[in-house]
């Protein structure tokens, strides 16, 4: 393994001199590919898996399930149990920042006046009741006073923000107090519910949940994925659109083809989802195992929002050839993919690499017209795969359970800078 080992003076003189503070990261447009060389300076996390990533004004939170951080080029370890935040110049952790949650953080989405959202498994924050989401100032680490979702009877998997609106998806089973679907949207300043609150039912295997959603940057168009069968009273298995605008409505927008088995080992087979950032087309990739092109499993696939009716198809498909992807983001020059493939433009693999498959260890850039995968192949250990790729106007963020990114040390964070 070729390991970088920088002063911490050389990495923050580096890190000082090269790197601007990125941008939120909602739907980021990037100008170019980023470099396959990680930047030196990220902190590493030296046990469990980073699963989420967001940038508030000039730091970075991560969030996952984890015990221990430590400084690039350090051996002092740092005791953050499931959050922390570093200095997106520097890489240096915060030490102003130690809230306390009592569970796993599945979700991170920023706030303005430097806030950050987070949703997941826990009930507490900072030793007081407020459910599975909250709002936490990243001066101090403290609950966001007025802020009172009150998420209950399960956890937050995935979130998104679109100015007044913060949108959620899990198992959880009310709204302050009140039944919900595990679909909801909350007002961002109050975290009262703001009125989506459609049917979401009948799971194909084990608990309802919505595992991820996106919404476009106009936040006009929402796509679900998860476990439920029916929304609204309607069809949509595994994967459902919703019209945001005015009053949230189901949109005519259903395909099929996420309806057919993959693994019975997954009770959904569906992963991550991303909007392009000019909300044209989203892409959607999932696990399941090798089953040929007549499937969608292992693969990444294209869908055009504008489209509307029953019967959609994909655009274009990417197969693995039998591994998972779990996260995408999309940047209009790339479409990143993370898990723990091994291949790409891999249709007839079956746990193997078949005619024109491309080595591609855990993470991957494809060509977002055709779906082919690009010349960009920094490798990383696979694990059980990248949980969270967050781009930014820097770079792109890359949140997992290994710790070699572009045949370096990075443990569990790194960020690929734009060129």
């Not at 970075?60 to 400084?71: I, Q, T, W």
């Not at 979130?159 to 679909?183: C, D, N, W």
């Not at 009125?195 to 799971?203: D, M, Q, R």
Request: hydrophobic share 35%; with cysteine.
């Amino acid at each position: 393994m070729r390991r970088r080992v920088l002063s911490v003076a050389i990495a923050t003189a580096a890190a000082t001199a090269g790197a601007a503070v990125p941008a939120a990261q909602a739907d980021t447009a990037q100008s170019a590919i980023v470099s396959a060389n990680p930047v030196n300076f990220t902190p590493n996390v030296t046990d469990g898996t980073v699963r989420a990533i967001a940038v508030v004004g000039s730091k970075v939170v991560v969030a996952g399930n984890f015990d221990h951080v430590k400084n690039a080029g350090t051996s002092a370890s740092i005791a953050r149990h499931n959050i922390f935040a570093f200095d997106a110049k520097t890489g240096k952790v915060d030490t102003k920042f130690v809230p306390k949650v009592d569970g796993t953080v599945y979700a991170l989405q920023p706030g303005t006046s430097n806030t950050v959202y987070v949703g997941g498994s826990f009930t507490n924050t900072n030793g007081v009741g407020l459910g599975s989401l909250t709002k936490l100032s990243v001066t101090t680490g403290k609950a966001v006073s007025g802020f009172n979702a009150r998420v209950g009877h399960g956890l937050v998997f995935t979130m998104a923000r679109r100015g007044s609106h913060v949108y959620i998806g899990g198992e959880f089973t009310t709204i302050a107090g009140k039944t919900h679907a595990p679909l909801a949207r909350v007002d961002a300043t109050t975290g009262k519910d703001t009125g989506l609150n459609l049917s979401v039912t009948t799971p194909r295997s084990g608990a309802l949940k919505v595992y991820r959603l996106a919404v476009d940057p106009a936040d006009k168009h929402l796509v679900i994925d998860g476990t439920f069968t029916m929304v609204a009273g309607k069809r949509r298995y595994q994967i459902a659109m919703i019209n945001t605008s005015g009053t949230p409505a189901l949109s005519s927008w259903a395909t099929e083809r996420y309806a057919t088995p993959c693994s019975s080992s997954f009770d959904t087979y569906m992963r991550g989802i991303d909007f392009a950032p000019d909300g044209s087309y989203f892409v959607v990739v999932t696990t399941g195992a090798p089953h040929g092109t007549t499937q969608l499993c292992d693969s990444a696939a294209r869908w055009e929002t504008g489209k509307t009716g029953a019967g959609q198809n994909p655009t274009w498909v990417n197969w693995t050839g039998g591994d998972t992807l779990l996260s995408v983001s999309v940047t209009g020059k790339a479409i990143y993919v993370g898990g723990h493939q091994r291949w790409m433009d891999n249709p007839q693999g079956h746990d193997s690499a078949g005619p024109g498959a491309v080595s591609r260890p855990g993470i991957a850039a494809l060509n977002p017209t055709g779906g082919k995968a690009l010349s960009w192949n920094p490798t990383r250990t696979r694990g059980h795969g990248v949980e969270t790729l967050v781009a930014t106007s820097s770079g792109l963020y890359v949140g997992s359970d290994t710790d070699e990114l572009g045949h370096e040390y990075h443990g569990r964070v790194g960020e690929f800078p734009l060129s």
